[in-house]
C-alpha cells in the first residue's frame, strides 16, 4: 500500500477533536470554503437528493459545486457544521452548461414533473456519489434516488414496489460477483418474468462503493488490501491512518474520500457504465433524453 497519503493530506476533520465545532444554518449568500477541495463560494441553495442534504456553492466566475451538508466548511477561516436553514430562499440559476457526469445541462429552469420510476441504491455513501456526479440528471430528468439499506430482502422490496411501464424500477448494487450473496439475490429477480420489462438490476464489482473512486484521484496507488476478519470500511481507514472506531469516524472518512470526487473522471469505468445504464433504462421511453 502506498503510505504517502493520511490524515495530513486530508485534512483533519475528526469530531469532537481539539474543539466544539458550532453549527452554522447554510443561509443563502453566505460565502464558505470546503476545507478538502479547497472551493469557496457563495451559498445557492440546499437541497435533498438521494435521501441527504447538499449544499450547492456558486464560485466567483459563477461556477457550481454541490456538497454533503455538514462538517468540512470553514466560515471566515472557522471550522463549521453546516446545517439546513430554517429560512430557504429561491435558488438562483447556475451559469454552468455542463454537469458533473459531462452531460449537457438544459437551459430551462422549469422544475420538472417527478416520475413514478426510481432508482435504488444500496446504501447512503451510494446515494451521495451518485447524486454528486448525476444529481443535476436526475433533478431534471425527474428522477429520484432511494438507499434501500441493502439488498437481502430485494424480491420481496420490488414486489411490494409494484414495478410497471409507467414506474419502472432501476437497482444498483454491491460486489456483484460470481458466487457472492449479491449475485445469487439479483438471479433470483431476473429469473422472474414478471419484473422482465420493467426492473433492471445492475451491479458493480467493488466490495464498497468506496473503492469505485479511482486511487489516482485519492493520491494513492491502489485501494489497501483489508482482511476478511475485519470490517472493510474501518479497515480501509486505519490503513490511511485515520479513525475508525464508529460510525461517526467512517462518515467522516467517506466525506473525505467524496471531497476528492470531482467529477465522472474520478470514477471507475464499470460503476460509470452501470450507472449510465440504469438511468437510460429509466428513462428509454423519453424523445428528448438529455444528451
Known amino acids: 500500500m502506498n503510505t504517502q497519503w493520511g490524515p495530513s493530506d486530508l485534512g483533519d476533520l475528526r469530531a469532537g477533536q481539539g474543539r466544539q465545532i ?39 466566475h459563477g461556477k457550481t459545486r454541490s456538497f454533503p451538508l455538514g462538517f468540512g466548511f470553514l466560515l471566515e477561516g472557522e471550522p463549521v457544521e453546516l446545517t439546513p436553514s430554517a429560512t430557504p430562499k429561491a435558488p438562483r440559476p447556475s451559469t454552468s452548461n455542463r454537469t458533473a457526469s459531462g452531460s449537457r445541462a438544459r437551459s430551462s429552469q422549469q422544475a420538472t414533473v417527478a416520475r413514478a420510476a426510481k432508482f435504488w441504491v444500496e446504501g447512503t455513501h451510494d446515494a451521495e456519489l451518485v447524486e454528486k456526479i448525476w444529481g443535476e440528471d436526475l433533478r431534471e430528468l425527474g428522477i429520484a434516488v432511494e438507499p434501500i439499506g441493502g439488498i437481502d430482502d430485494l424480491p420481496a422490496m420490488i414486489q411490494a414496489f409494484g414495478p410497471h411501464r409507467q414506474a419502472r424500477l432501476a437497482v444498483l448494487v454491491d460486489h456483484l460477483v ?35 473512486v479511482k486511487p489516482k484521484a485519492l493520491g494513492i496507488a491502489a485501494w489497501p488490501s483489508i482482511d476478511r476478519s475485519v470490517e472493510w470500511k474501518r479497515g480501509v481507514l486505519q490503513a ?38 440504469l438511468i437510460d433504462f429509466l428513462t428509454q421511453d423519453d424523445e428528448d433524453r438529455y444528451a
Open 22 to 60: 458550532r453549527q452554522q444554518p447554510a443561509e443563502s449568500g453566505l460565502v464558505i470554503e470546503e476545507t478538502e477541495s479547497g472551493w469557496v463560494g457563495a451559498i445557492l441553495r440546499v437541497e435533498k437528493a438521494g435521501g441527504m442534504h447538499v449544499v450547492v456553492l456558486e464560485d466567483r
Open 178 to 212: 460470481p458466487g457472492s450473496k449479491e449475485t445469487r439475490i439479483v438471479e433470483q429477480v431476473r429469473a422472474n418474468r414478471q419484473w422482465a420489462d420493467t426492473v433492471l438490476v445492475l451491479g458493480h464489482p467493488y466490495v464498497d462503493v468506496w473503492q469505485s
Open 240 to 277: 490511511f491512518g485515520l479513525p475508525h472506531g464508529n460510525q461517526r469516524d467512517i462518515a467522516h472518512g467517506w466525506k473525505l474520500i467524496l471531497a476528492r470526487v470531482r467529477n465522472y473522471a474520478d470514477l471507475e469505468p464499470s460503476f460509470l457504465g452501470r450507472v449510465e445504464e
